[in-house]
């Protein structure tokens, strides 16, 4: 069980915020949905909030139930779920359909991680360091960034390619999962890949990222992200993302 969890959330743009944190007394799930391309025709009636939100709602039933269920069952279960929330109105098997990256913790005597997409996990040692749990397939496209619209597309939910939430419930058995003894443990931060900018594009350790999110909140997290945009500007991509950020303390 987790002694605390704070988290916060906040859009890059005027656009609705896509990522999704929620949490129990022993869960913390962070999803990032996918914004679709301008023009792009996703096969489904509903946008990525929706498929979020949906998503976000059934992994929590699963997680609060407390069964002891494998995270990558839960999540392929989840996946089940939201995709026949669809209603049978949607082309789920189109590669552009909407989906979301995933990042979740359950702590118990042991803390268990599940990554599926960009948005990584980081765990604070209790004997000093960190262990980042991260799903690196998403960097390892052919021709390196910026990608185009057509191979991500063809490398979206593929063998090769990168796996994410969205149509295919079996994308769940390709998340980077493990476990670690609670006692090891300090704590865990869950991030959005709008927060991870900190350490693949201004140099910041994931130690010194979560000193901040445990010193001073998620928040400040965030508020650091956008400072730094605003004052160097991005890489690649949007000038902001949607970021979230979530910290669980473990007890002792």
């Given at each position: 069980?987790f ?7 906040r859009?890059?743009?005027a656009r609705p915020?896509?990522d999704?944190?929620i949490?129990?007394?022993?869960w913390i799930?962070?999803l990032?949905?996918a914004t679709?391309?301008a023009?792009?025709?996703t ?10 939100g949906r998503?976000?709602?059934a ?7 407390n069964d002891?269920?494998p995270l990558?069952e839960?999540?392929e279960?989840a996946i ?7 209603g049978g109105?949607?082309?789920l098997?189109?590669p552009d359909?909407?989906?979301?990256t995933?990042a979740m913790v359950?702590a ?6 599940l ?7 980081v765990?604070?040692l209790a004997?000093g360091?960190?262990r980042?749990v ?5 960097e ?5 960034r910026?990608y ?7 490398m ?7 796996w994410?939430a969205?149509?295919?419930?079996e ?11 609670a ?6 931060g869950v991030?959005t890949d709008?927060?991870?900018r900190?350490t693949?594009?201004y140099g ?6 979560l000193d901040?999110?445990?010193?001073r909140g ?9 400072e730094?945009?605003t ?8 000038p902001?993302?949607d970021a979230?950020a ?7």
């Open positions: 069980m002694a605390e969890v704070t988290c916060a959330t859009p890059g743009s915020n896509e999704l944190v949490a129990g007394p022993s799930v962070v990032d949905g679709a391309a023009g792009v025709d096969g489904c009636v509903h946008d990525v909030a929706w498929l979020v998503l976000g709602g992994l929590a039933a699963r997680l609060a139930a002891g269920a990558a839960i999540l279960s089940e779920a939201t995709g026949a929330a669809h109105s949607c082309d098997a189109d359909s909407p989906s979301a995933v359950r118990g005597e042991r803390v268990e991680y990554v599926l997409g960009d948005s990584p996990v765990l604070s004997g360091g960190v980042v991260c799903d690196e397939r998403v390892r496209l052919p021709g390196g910026p185009s619209l057509e191979l991500v597309r063809r979206r939910n593929a063998p090769g390619g990168f994410v969205g149509g295919r419930p994308a769940a058995r390709e998340s980077v999962t493990g476990e670690v003894d006692g090891l443990v300090r704590g865990v991030f709008g927060v991870a900190l693949e594009w910041w350790s994931w130690q010194a990222v901040v999110l445990a010193g998620p928040v400040a997290v965030i508020e650091t992200v956008r730094l945009e004052a160097r500007g991005p890489a690649w991509g949007k902001h993302d979230t979530a910290w669980g303390r473990l007890a002792g």
